[in-house]
């Protein structure tokens, strides 16, 4: 078999591959790359004009995430300490207070008999209760009603689940923000319900 010989023009032609050459061959400009200086500052301005508006928005939904957090441990809390009352036949209350360690300030939850004394005074050895954290953000509000002791705020259930004493709330706040969120014991039967923002007040 005898070899021929192609040359290149028909080997490329063949093999098509001329577009490699031409692409290759081709010289290209600066200004055919990438973004202009003037393209990336109006990019980082209208970014930051998003983010501006989105930002508020964004705050406000964290913090009512915070909120309907903080509620619904109040009322678990509550429920518990009513049910514990009702299983074992005394009196047992869910306890709240507000820790200031070293500046920092955190709000904490417990549930135990009411015959156990609960106190604020920063030692936890001498606690005879498992007390839980609220998120730290978290405040009690003015509003909150709930009855006082050692600078314990607790509400009391007594063997049937009622409210031991007078009906009161606790309402939970953020640093910053003006929402509220709140448990009340509506009833002295025990009933209880959760409320928002004005219905707190």
């Avoid at 010989?5 to 400009?29: D, T, W």
């Avoid at 930002?55 to 678990?76: D, G, H, K, M, T």
């Avoid at 709330?169 to 928002?196: D, Q």
């Amino acid at each position: 078999m005898k070899n021929k010989i192609i040359n290149k023009k028909e080997l490329y032609a063949k093999l098509n591959v001329k577009s490699i050459f031409i692409i290759k061959n081709k010289e290209f400009n600066q200004s055919e790359f990438g973004f202009t200086l003037i393209e990336i500052l109006i990019a980082i301005f209208v970014l930051g004009i998003l983010a501006a508006i989105a930002a508020p928005s964004w705050l406000e939904f964290v913090n009512a995430r915070r909120l309907n957090i903080a509620q619904e441990q109040v009322y678990q809390a509550m429920r518990t300490a009513q049910s514990r009352a009702k299983q074992e036949r005394q009196n047992w209350q869910a306890s709240f207070r507000e820790r200031n360690r070293s500046g920092v300030i955190n709000l904490e939850w417990a549930v135990h008999p009411a015959i156990i004394d609960v106190d604020n005074d920063n030692n936890d050895s001498n606690d005879l209760v498992n007390w839980n954290s609220f998120d730290p953000n978290i405040r009690f509000s003015t509003v909150t009603s709930l009855q006082s002791r050692n600078n314990v705020r607790y509400i009391q259930f007594n063997h049937k689940g009622h409210v031991n004493g007078l009906l009161r709330r606790i309402t939970v706040s953020t640093e910053n923000s003006s929402s509220k969120r709140c448990v009340f014991a509506s009833t002295l039967l025990g009933a209880l319900r959760t409320a928002k923002d004005a219905a707190c007040s």
